[in-house]
């Protein structure tokens, strides 16, 4: 048993798992040459690979450089690994890593060839790699805040185990309460020196793979349901979530408004300023209306430069209110791309009151809210127009 528990074997079982790591990651990286998460998490696994060799080397009597450049590439592997964090979570990875594992190469260089104990030694080391996996725990913290999902969760716990784990050690290896010497069979020690944080990074390299699938997977599902270049709801999905809140309004007897928006002279700022600028002045006028609105609202793209926006448990009161602050915001707002010139729109509203007017459907709703829009567009243009009966032509 002692042949198994010793220091020998779980430092190459530590540097296979990290080589498998950076595998998988290099693996991910040339699938997606173009994201930085990945190209960090990669670069940690190698870095920790030949990190975790170099130190086994030394405790085969090599001399201090292997040491010490092995103990500074592990530092660098972790901070590597926030740098990854951090570009995954849209950040610029922070030059400050840089600082600490510069600080750590020479603080551990003096501490190693001053031959000073080798508690201090692993005091520093310990410290030090716990600090940088707390940072990687941090950013998913701070990014997620108490919406976590699994793979949030994951690494999480993983690197927050790893962290207590090294800190243990380094106030063991002070307190004399661990053995650190490289032929130690003592299995508590190599457990604790070796595989408990073997098993924790993988667990969390495991954790930041499947946040990254879960970022694919979330955009994916965003594509299917939201527009590309206004980023609101795309036509098939304001139709499906404009027919349940119909079918809810018409069990629960609640009224129910839309507008249909269409954006004046369109055409014309295309034809003036080009196709970039008026996809600019789109994008500009959902963010517009997104911020107008109130977030029960559903806004879509219907189609080219019209939107539609549901509003669901609305009076015709309430809608009415709304438009005018819709027309006032848009009428208020500048486009870079076109000059810093104006662009207005016309609205068409209707309301389904549930005590007055018969079930309507979608559709019928719909051409209600459209037959208004083009009165407001024959009125003039840069208005708003209810719904009447005696307009609906069929």
Request: glycine fraction near 6%; include cysteine; hydrophobic fraction near 45%.
């Amino acid at each position: 048993m002692d042949s198994f528990w010793n220091s020998y074997t779980a430092n190459i079982a530590y540097s296979i798992s990290q080589l498998c790591i950076a595998i998988i990651m290099g693996g991910v990286y040339f699938l997606a040459p173009t994201e930085r998460s990945t190209r960090y998490w990669a670069l940690s696994g190698l870095i920790s690979v030949f990190g975790t060799t170099l130190t086994a080397f030394s405790i085969s009597k090599f001399g201090h450089l292997p040491l010490i450049i092995g103990s500074t590439l592990m530092i660098a592997a972790m901070t590597a690994k926030w740098w990854g964090t951090q570009a995954f979570f849209g950040k610029r990875p922070a030059h400050v890593g840089w600082y600490l594992v510069l600080g750590f190469f020479i603080a551990y260089s003096l501490v190693v060839l001053l031959q000073l104990a080798v508690a201090i030694r692993a005091l520093l080391f310990s410290l030090m790699l716990a600090l940088m996996m707390l940072l990687t725990v941090f950013e998913v913290i701070r990014a997620r805040g108490i919406k976590l999902s699994f793979a949030n969760s994951l690494v999480i716990i993983a690197y927050t185990l790893a962290a207590v784990d090294f800190i243990l050690r380094g106030i063991l290896a002070i307190s004399g309460g661990i053995d650190l010497t490289p032929q130690s069979h003592n299995p508590v020690n190599v457990f604790g020196l070796y595989l408990v944080p073997m098993w924790c990074n993988l667990l969390g390299s495991l954790g930041l793979l499947l946040m990254y699938f879960e970022s694919i997977i979330h955009e994916k599902e965003h594509l299917a349901t939201h527009d590309e270049l206004t980023k609101i709801y795309n036509r098939r999905a304001l139709v499906n979530l404009g027919r349940r809140e119909i079918d809810l309004a018409h069990r629960y007897k609640r009224p129910i408004s839309i507008f249909m928006i269409d954006l004046d002279h369109f055409k014309l700022i295309n034809d003036t300023y080009g196709h970039d600028a008026g996809d600019k002045v789109l994008r500009s006028v959902a963010l517009t209306l997104s911020n107008t609105c109130r977030n029960t609202d559903i806004i879509g793209r219907y189609g080219g430069e019209e939107l539609c926006i549901v509003c669901p448990h609305t009076t015709k009161e309430e809608a009415t209110a709304l438009g005018e602050r819709l027309l006032e915001a848009l009428r208020n707002l500048r486009h870079p791309a076109c000059d810093n010139r104006h662009v207005t729109c016309s609205i068409g509203l209707y309301t389904w009151n549930p005590h007055i007017d018969l079930a309507a459907n979608w559709e019928a709703m719909l051409h209600r809210a459209d037959t208004a829009l083009y009165a407001a567009k024959a009125a003039g243009r840069n208005c708003m127009l209810q719904y009447n009966l005696e307009d609906d032509v069929r």
